[in-house]
Each structure stands twice: as structure tokens, then as C-alpha cells.
């Protein structure tokens, strides 16, 4: 069975959602296939504010003001002493509607983003997985694909949009996959019923905690029905070493996180240890001539800042707009297809540099900003997602300096010290 499409695209997480919808509403014809079956499971629940622009031009916001998640005001660090942070509330940065964001159980939210881009127009269906692409030359004109129930198909199309998230269909058949050798590290999470809460506006805080010896990190997610999201991050070979089941490892992690260890406690576990390693690459090219890769097909950062759906939205939705430049004006080539390409990996390189950081032993926040106020708005900006602005590069000018001068300092004050002996 064969049929001819504008647009198909593979992978119905946000990113694939939202491109499909974007390219349908133009009235296009628009294929969607996802191979699990709605609702489906995904991590990933903590959204950064500026999700909502790309939301709101889906035309979601109320859909998801109904379906009663939890609404995220701020996010809150405790550094390795056990110390707590004020929480960083958005709203004080920018009192807008976007400021309040949500902890979002992904199978709803990304069904709901699925069945938006039906309403749009697109021909929408989930269990069906891609089996491989169609190639004339080296342009991509069409898939292979398969129901659940064993039926194949084959559909042809003027653009292949890859959304498979981090099993990269595409990026993976041209071997176009580049692991960040200097990011290379794993979670282990899983979720509790019933453990403590914070109230009113804190109650839907993401929390991030050090352990005490500062090797690895604790999310705390609050979600809807007294649920909770709980993962531990660390690099690869620390976390998941040899002979350790994830769950001692989680549970020895905990162990040095007492901020951590009391929140949970009187909690129930629900569900197994979850694991995921060498989740941060990214793709060597965008686009090629009648494909494009979006979301974490193209690429992923860390689970640090919560970037991952934001940025996977930001794709889908650039990447709609030159799909549909390019189907008006019959060009569907790879410069057209991927011309969004370099503003939109400049906003992530600038999250990079912040991650970055993050895992810089030197690195903290309170202490940058003392020293450099001038850049507190730049960093909630990067912390928000707004990071397709210019002028944000200077951050990292000075805080390289600045890091740069801790390691003299410490060098310096080293040396005396062993000079005094
Ligand atoms: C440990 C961890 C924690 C995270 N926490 C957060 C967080 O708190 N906040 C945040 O914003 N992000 C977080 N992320 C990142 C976030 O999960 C992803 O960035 C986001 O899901 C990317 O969306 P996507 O649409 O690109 O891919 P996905 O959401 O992965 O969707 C891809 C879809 O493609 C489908 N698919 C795959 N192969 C095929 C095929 N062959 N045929 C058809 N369909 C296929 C899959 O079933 C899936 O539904 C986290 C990531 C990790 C690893």
C-alpha cells in the first residue's frame, strides 16, 4: 500500500507534534507516526517557562490549564552543604503569563499535543514504527513503515521530518551521531507517592540537590496525585559502575543527599529504577536535501536546566515554518530545509555553555552574580529558555575569566600553604 504526502513525520513526541501540527494548519498534507500506543511513557516533566510561546501557537494553553498540572513558579538549588537556596520565583523576573509554567506527566501532555495536530489536519497514527527511509540519490522521498499488527506500508513524501527522539532514525542511518565526550553521563530515577510537599506556591518547585561530595545531583519534580519525580545524575562510568545494581546506586547517592533523603522518606515508591546513559550528543547536520531532524533527534543537552521539551517545541516549530517556506516555493533542499538551523543551535550552545558550568567544581551561581550583577537578568534569560536574543554571549566571556581567576586564587593559596609547612 503506497500514498503520496507533503510532509511525514516520524516520532509523535513534542517535537513531532509540533512540527506536524504547524505544517497541517498551512494545509499541507501531513502524515504523523508514532510507534508506541498513546498514552505512552517518556521522562522528562519539568518545563522551562518559555515552552509557552510555542504552546500558545499550538493553540494548547487552555487544554493544558484544564487538565490540572501542577503549575511550576520556580526552581530552588541546595548546594552540597545541605544549604537551601531561596527559591527563584520567574515571575519576579518577567510578570507575564509565561512565568507560571507546569510539571507535566508526559503520556497525557504528549497525547494532547498528538491529538492537537489531528485537529490541525494531520493524519495522525501510533503504533506504527518507522522501519527506514526512501532514498532517490541522496534525497530522502518517503518511508517504510509497520503496524503493531504486522501490516507494512510504504508512504512517498516531499519532506521526512525525523522527531524519534534519542533513537535518531536518520542521524543514525548517516551516522551523523557525535557523542559530547566531555558530557557523558547517566540518571537513575524513579517516583514516590506521598512524600513531602511544599505549600502553595512551592508545592510545584523543581528542586535540584548536590550530594555532599558534589559528584552527583538529585531532581525533585512534584506532580500531579501526590506524585513525585526523583533522579540522580552522574557521570556514566561513577554511576553506573560494575557490579552495582541502579537502585544501590540511587540509594548510596542518597545517602549523601540528607536534603534529599528527608523529602522522600515517608514516601512509597511506586514503579521500578529507570536507567539512561549517554544521553548527550548531537547531530553533525541538520538537514539534507528532503529531510530535517528536530527535538532530541538533532540533539540533547543534559537534564540540568529542563531544556529538553522547550527545546524540542523551539525545533519543531522552526523547522515547520521553513517546511512550509519550502513547499510554497517548491524548493525542499537541504539549505532551505535546515536555514533555521544556525540561530537555533546558537540558543542551545548558549544553554551548553551553562551546562557547562553547572559541572565546573568552581562554578556557583550566588557567587558569579555577586561579582558580576550585571548579568543576573542574562542568566534567568538562560535559565528561561529566552536564548535566541542577542547579547547573552558576554556571560560567558566574563564567567570564563572568572573561573579562570578562582583556579589562580586556589593555585595561589595552595602553594602558600605548602610554602607554611
Ligand atoms: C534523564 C532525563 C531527564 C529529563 N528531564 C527533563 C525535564 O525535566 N524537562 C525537559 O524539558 N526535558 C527533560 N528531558 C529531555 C526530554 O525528555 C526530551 O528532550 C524530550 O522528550 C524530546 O522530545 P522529542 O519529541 O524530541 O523526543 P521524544 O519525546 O523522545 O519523542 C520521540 C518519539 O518518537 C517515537 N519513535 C522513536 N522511534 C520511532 C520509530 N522508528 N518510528 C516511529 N516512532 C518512533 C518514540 O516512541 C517517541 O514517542 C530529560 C531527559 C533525560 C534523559
Known amino acids: 500500500m503506497s500514498t503520496a504526502f507533503d510532509c511525514i513525520v516520524l516520532g509523535g513526541g513534542p517535537a513531532g507534534s509540533t512540527t506536524a501540527a504547524l505544517v497541517a494548519e498551512q494545509g499541507h498534507k501531513t502524515l504523523l507516526l508514532e510507534r508506541a500506543k498513546f498514552p505512552r511513557y517518556h521522562v522528562g516533566e519539568s518545563l522551562m517557562p518559555d515552552t509557552f510561546f510555542t504552546l500558545e501557537r499550538l493553540g494548547v494553553v487552555e487544554k493544558l490549564k484544564d487538565r490540572g498540572f501542577i503549575r511550576k513558579y520556580s526552581v530552588q538549588f541546595v548546594g552540597q552543604s545541605g544549604r537551601e537556596s531561596a527559591p527563584f520565583y520567574f515571575l519576579q523576573h518577567r510578570d507575564e503569563e509565561a512565568s507560571v509554567t507546569w510539571q507535566v506527566e508526559r503520556g497525557e501532555f504528549d497525547q494532547l499535543l498528538f491529538e492537537n495536530a489531528a485537529e490541525k489536519g494531520a493524519d495522525c497514527r501510533d503504533q506504527m514504527r518507522v522501519t527506514d527511509v526512501l532514498l532517490d540519490g541522496d534525497r530522502v522521498c518517503g ?239 538562560l535559565l528561561v529558555g529566552r536564548v535566541f536574543r542577542p547579547g547573552l554571549e558576554q556571560v560567558f566571556v566574563d564567567m570564563e575569566t572568572w573561573l579562570e581567576k578562582q583556579s589562580t586564587d586556589e593555585n595561589m593559596d595552595s602553594s602558600k600553604m605548602t610554602s607554611k609547612a
Open 143 to 381: 518511508v517504510k513503515a509497520k503496524h503493531a499488527d504486522g501490516e507494512e506500508f510504504t508512504f512517498e513524501s516531499k519532506v521526512v521530518v525525523d522527531g524519534t527522539g534519542q533513537s535518531s532514525l536518520l542521524a543514525s542511518k548517516f551516522d551523523l551521531k557525535e557523542n559530547y565526550q566531555d558530557l557523558r553521563n547517566a540518571a537513575i530515577w524513579t517516583y514516590y507517592k506521598g512524600a513531602h510537599r511544599d505549600e502553595g506556591k512551592d508545592e510545584g518547585a523543581t528542586i535540584i540537590l548536590y550530594t555532599s561530595d558534589r559528584k552527583s545531583w538529585f531532581w525533585y519534580i512534584p506532580l500531579k496525585d501526590d506524585l513525585v519525580s526523583v533522579g540522580v545524575v552522574s557521570e556514566n562510568d561513577y554511576l553506573l559502575r560494575r557490579g552495582v545494581r541502579p537502585q544501590e546506586a540511587f540509594e548510596e547517592e542518597l545517602k549523601r543527599c540528607p536534603a534529599m533523603k528527608w523529602r522522600i522518606e515517608n514516601g512509597m515508591r511506586e514503579g521500578d529504577f529507570k536507567v539512561c546513559r549517554d544521553f548527550s550528543y548531537s547531530a553533525k547536520e541538520p538537514a539534507g536535501n528532503g529531510w530535517v531532524l528536530v527535538g532530541d533527534a538533532l540533539g540533547f543537552l543534559d537534564p540540568i536546566y529542563s531544556s529538553g521539551v522547550f527545546l524540542a517545541l523551539k525545533s519543531g516549530e522552526m523547522a515547520a515554518d521553513a517546511i512550509h517556506a519550502g513547499l510554497e516555493k517548491n524548493d525542499l533542499s537541504k539549505e532551505q530545509l535546515g536555514g533555521w538551523a544556525p540561530e537555533f543551535m546558537h540558543g542551545m550552545g548558549l544553554i551548553r555553555q551553562l551546562v557547562y558550568a553547572f559541572y565546573n567544581e568552581k562554578f556557583n551561581f550566588g557567587h558569579f552574580i555577586r561579582e558580576f550583577p550585571q548579568h543576573k537578568g542574562n542568566l534567568v534569560d
